[in-house]
């Protein structure tokens, strides 16, 4: 049995980026992953539909007994984080806070956001930012073609390239020296974002972020227990064909069993 696990889910497999960076930085923990592949996309939902599946996500890993909760999808962070804080008594850790962090030190403070339709029409990444460096000009871009293209494994395929041309257009004008990639899928395509943008602009992972801010937080306050593993646990809420052949590009390595379970 998996012993205090971390618990981190996601709408669906991007949230294995998160994983992957975790498994890196805390190798000894045991992880509990849930995709809920049953109801994804959650970026072009409401607010109020995300709130109500994070929450039934987040309890299907509660009662499991982990001892933190990651929220790796940017649109849930977006919308649910005090909804979760308020309902579960574990510390619940979400991308947005990370990822704003890091994007401070922009150099001449002029920031690009790029996320779902959900986190950029919630303005949580604006937000976050805005508290840490109140004057930074913050430029924010949905761009919902990203998903399907890292999930078809095309990050690196002209069609991506000339996608990201057009959304990244604007930004590019604005003259950002930095960009957060505010959604779980967007790592893969860094490449790309990279060639579009050229060298002189830093990009920001969120899923690497949060990773730290979780290491952090153990080496403060004395939750890491190394002894107990490196174990892990993936549940899915549909059928797990799909995510078992798509999720190996996200973490580039095997998955080992993926059950399907039913949530809410
Ligand atoms: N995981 C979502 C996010 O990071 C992207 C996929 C979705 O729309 O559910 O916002």
């Not at 933190?68 to 919308?79: H, M, Q």
């Not at 619940?92 to 790029?114: C, K, L, T």
């Not at 293209?149 to 604005?174: C, F, K, N, S």
């Amino acid at each position: 049995m998996l012993h205090r696990a971390i618990g981190i889910f996601d709408s669906g497999v991007g949230g294995l980026t998160v994983l992957k960076e975790i498994s890196e930085q805390l190798p000894g923990e045991d992880l509990l992953y849930l995709g809920d592949t049953a109801r994804v996309p959650y970026g072009t939902k409401s607010a109020a539909t995300v709130q109500q599946y994070a929450l039934e996500s987040a309890s299907f890993l509660v009662d499991r007994g982990v001892k933190l909760l990651v929220v790796a999808c940017n649109t849930a962070s977006a919308v649910a984080l005090p909804a979760l804080r308020g309902r579960f008594q574990l510390p619940v850790i979400g991308v947005i806070e990370p990822g704003a962090r890091r994007a401070v030190s922009s150099r001449n403070r002029r920031i690009g956001v790029i996320g779902t339709e959900g986190t950029i029409n919630s303005g949580r990444y604006e937000r976050a930012i805005h508290a840490l460096l109140p004057d930074a000009q913050v430029f924010s871009a949905a761009c919902p073609l990203f998903v399907p293209l890292a999930e078809e494994g095309w990050a690196e395929h002209e069609v991506a390239r000339l996608t990201a041309a057009e959304y990244l257009q604007p930004m590019i004008e604005a003259q950002i020296d930095t960009l957060v990639l505010g959604c779980t899928h967007y790592p893969l395509l860094r490449r790309t974002l990279q060639q579009v943008l050229g060298p002189q602009v830093t990009l920001v992972d969120s899923a690497a972020e949060t990773a730290c801010t979780v290491a952090a937080l153990f080496r403060e306050q004395g939750l890491a227990r190394p002894e107990h593993g490196g174990r892990r646990s993936v549940f899915v809420t549909d059928v797990p064909t799909r995510f078992e052949r798509v999720g190996w590009g996200f973490l580039g390595c095997e998955l080992g069993k993926v059950e399907q379970v039913r949530i809410g």
